[in-house]
């Protein structure tokens, strides 16, 4: 499926970050102003017809805070996750409970999988400086 042939899911994701889970909002409480290693996560943000709980468009980087829901939904979610995967990102998910009881693990992490992430854009070797 084409990224165009949807219309993106802007009302939706305002009415989504109106109305965060209480573990996305303690989740975003660490996350929000470059808190964690310096990068900008944006939330509920929508890749294709998908809209993601954190977005980091620049480490490439999806966080999932799933519920209960779920659990009970895995065959969609690896589609999900296959899709936003197609676009480059890699996805990373933490039940509620997990980020209800364990924040700081959570962050740590975080911090793990983006210090162990390749750099996204990767400087270019010049002209004429082959090794």
Partial sequence: MSDKNHQRPTRRSRELRANMTPAECKLWARLSARKVAGIRFNR??????????FVSRGAKLVIEVDGATHGESERADAERTLFIEGRGYRVIRFWNNEVMGNVEGVVSEIERVLRDMPSPNPSRRREGNEP
């Fill in 44 to 53: 509920q943000f929508p890749i294709g017809e998908f809209i993601c709980d």
